[in-house]
């Protein structure tokens, strides 16, 4: 064994002893430096698993590594599992700077608060909070809830003013109320038109002053100013037509030949007057001249069944 002792003018430890042993017996290796008293458990560099110095200038620790900072010039740390550091389940804030490093290493970038992962950056650029796997740019929900497709994701939050949704093919949002099962969309299809509607078997209504004006039903039945509609069309109210068409027939705003009554619809009562209750019905010969006598009045012609009107 080769030992070297340095000695001091002024000394400043309790004893002296070897503070710098090379000794095959410890493990010597070629560029390793032993630092260290020969007959203690603490020097730095020997036996095995213990940090060393390479020729290269490279410090290497295969074994546990203790340290109140860990400082760098900001060019790289590999091969560091997120799991294997203590304290990286606190929270923390990555500072506004031109890099970061991302202690991981499966391709995304988590934040976490409390312990717990709120948002995480995942290697295509989808950004989830409240969920690690964000299927589209970005994806917003809370605890207990599970993703569905769509292109933004929005559950009980207000997104801001100006969202902008852009995708080749569809790209639309959609809202979805958990508890019920109801979802809406709203964006554009391949087809090239823009819809509106409900992705459920629920209605569809449009509002105005926060009241329901138009209401579509699932069997496609539309009401305005009712939500129960039982026709194709069912209006509550008056409606206004330069143009009216029945059964593909014009009725009102033109010159065909039609029949109009003195009011806005016929009706059967019980009065006098020429109102009748119960069933309407004209009858004729169907041999009727038609002359300025006869002027706008009816027949059934008895061969098509049709009645017809005597006009000029």
């Not at 290497?60 to 389940?89: C, E, H, P, Q, R």
């Not at 009241?211 to 008056?238: F, Q, W």
């Not at 806005?264 to 169907?286: L, R, Y």
Request: some cysteine.
């Amino acid at each position: 064994m080769m030992a070297l002792a340095v000695t001091a003018s002024s000394a400043v430890a309790g004893d002296w002893g070897n503070v710098a042993i090379i000794s095959s017996t410890m493990g010597a290796k070629a560029g390793r430096l032993c630092i260290g008293e020969g007959l203690r458990s603490t020097d730095i560099g020997c036996p095995a698993y213990a940090p060393s110095v390479t020729t290269a200038g490279d410090v290497s620790v295969t074994g546990a590594l203790s340290a109140s900072k860990f400082m760098g010039d900001g060019s790289g740390l590999t091969n560091i599992s997120a799991s294997a550091i203590s304290g990286l389940a606190r929270d923390r804030i990555i500072s506004g700077t031109t890099s970061a490093v991302a202690v991981s290493t499966s391709g995304y970038l988590a934040f976490t608060t409390l312990g717990t992962e709120s948002v995480r950056i995942v290697s295509n650029g989808n950004v989830g909070i409240g969920t690690s796997t964000p299927d589209f740019r970005l994806t917003v929900i809370p605890a207990g809830q599970s993703p569905q497709p769509s292109a933004v994701l929005a559950y009980g939050h207000q997104l801001a003013s100006t969202v902008s949704v852009q995708g080749a093919g569809q790209a639309y949002f959609m809202a979805r109320d958990t508890s019920n099962s109801i979802e809406g969309l709203f964006g554009t299809s391949n087809s090239g038109s823009v819809f509106l509607g409900s992705a459920t078997d629920h209605s569809l209504q449009l509002r105005t002053g926060n009241a329901t004006r138009l209401h579509i039903d699932t069997t496609g039945k539309i009401g305005i100013n009712t939500s129960s509609p039982t026709t194709t069309l069912e209006v509550y109210g008056m409606i206004s037509a330069t143009n009216l068409r029945l059964n593909g027939q014009l009725v009102a705003g033109g010159t065909p030949d039609r029949i109009v009554s003195g009011t806005a619809f016929v009706k059967a009562t019980q009065d006098t007057g020429g109102e009748v209750s119960g069933t309407f019905k004209v009858t004729s010969t169907g041999n009727e001249t038609c002359g300025p006598s006869a002027y706008n009045s009816l027949r059934v012609n008895p061969t098509t069944n049709k009645i017809e009107i005597c006009r000029p």
